[in-house]
């Protein structure tokens, strides 16, 4: 069986406060891009979870989170069977786009059709959220609200369809330090995450466009200014807006016109900017 683990960007992204345990309470409005990585999943005879990856800085043991989902699953249902996986990553990795997230997700849905569980996508959703706080929004895909520390999800119409650019420079941020690092009395500009639900629901891409914003943007920017380059660099080549996407450091840029994606996506790899880039569309529940 093989299925595909998709990326996501957060078109707003607000944080409310923090927990007592630590973890943040969060307004976001997700959406699916079209980038992948890929899960192989087959039964094996000898017991036990097998799992390769095609990246060698990706740990392929019981720290991969998908190696954590499929273990929640059979460990539950005392699957005695073994299972073998063969992933294939090509969404940058701590990059804010939910990749480990989404493979995950995956895993819990290839093994729950693989050993005939049962479990509806809810009760699927509800498991997720013992490995990450995006990974019941990974299983459930498409656009949504998230709330809760990301796990109460509401899901929202489709997003009118527009072009994706991603841009993600060579540097890494750490969502755990990012949440460290955010100073919750000094954010200045809140998203207006029910203007964009009403945006959205109104079809309206130029007024989504204009309501996106990432608390953790200033921050981040602030010690990394190549993520303010990428973004100008994609606006003033026909981006109705580009913003970072969750902790970063990854750059989105939202496009109508597919040639002039494509053509900032060419002068973006020329520029050097950015390790990886992207051109990609959004993908909704319906596809
Ligand atoms: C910031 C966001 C926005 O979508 O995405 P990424 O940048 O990671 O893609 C998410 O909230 C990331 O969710 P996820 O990556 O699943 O987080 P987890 O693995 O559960 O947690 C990693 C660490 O982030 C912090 N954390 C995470 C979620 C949350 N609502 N509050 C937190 O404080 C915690 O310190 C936790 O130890
Ligand atoms: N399947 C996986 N893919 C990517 N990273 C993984 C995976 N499983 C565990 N990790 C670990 O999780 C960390 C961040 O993963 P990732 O999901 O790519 O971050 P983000 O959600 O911020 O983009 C990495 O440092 C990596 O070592």
Redesign the pocket.
């Known amino acids: 069986m093989r299925l595909r683990a998709m990326a996501k960007i957060?078109l707003g992204?607000d944080v409310i406060r923090k927990r007592e345990d630590?973890?943040?309470e969060?307004r976001?409005i997700?959406q699916t891009v079209r980038m992948y990585d890929t899960l192989e999943i087959r039964k094996k005879q000898a017991p036990g979870i097998s799992l390769r990856s095609n990246l060698p800085y990706v740990p392929s043991d019981e720290r991969n989170l998908v190696y954590k989902a499929a273990k929640i699953l059979m460990d539950e249902f005392h699957v005695e069977e073994g299972l073998s996986m063969k992933l294939t990553k090509s969404i940058p990795v701590a990059a804010?786009?939910?990749g480990g997230?989404s493979d995950a997700a995956a895993a819990f849905v290839g093994v729950n059709r693989l050993f005939r569980l049962g479990l509806s996508q809810e009760e699927l959703m509800k498991r997720a959220v013992q490995v990450?706080?995006?990974?019941p929004y990974c299983v459930m895909r498409g656009t949504a609200l998230a709330e809760g520390?990301?796990e109460k999800l509401t899901p929202l119409p489709p997003m009118p369809e527009c072009y994706v650019l991603i841009g993600k420079p060579g540097i890494n941020v750490s969502?755990?330090t990012?949440?460290?690092n955010l100073r919750l009395d000094a954010i200045q500009r809140r998203p207006d995450i029910d203007g964009m639900i009403a945006a959205i629901r109104n079809q309206d891409l130029r007024s989504i466009t204009e309501k996106m914003e990432n608390v953790f943007e200033p921050g981040i920017m602030e010690k990394y200014p190549v993520i303010g380059e990428i973004e100008k660099f994609m606006e003033e080549r026909g981006a109705l807006k580009a913003m970072m996407?969750?902790?970063?450091p990854t750059v989105f840029g939202i496009f109508e016109d597919r040639e002039k994606m494509f053509a900032a996506s060419e002068a973006l790899k020329k520029s050097g900017l950015a390790k990886t880039v992207f051109a990609s569309r959004i993908y909704n529940r319906s596809e």
């Open positions: 957060n992204l630590g973890y943040h969060v976001m997700m804010g786009m939910a997230s990450g706080a995006d990974v520390i990301g969502t755990k990012a949440y460290e996407s969750g902790s970063g």
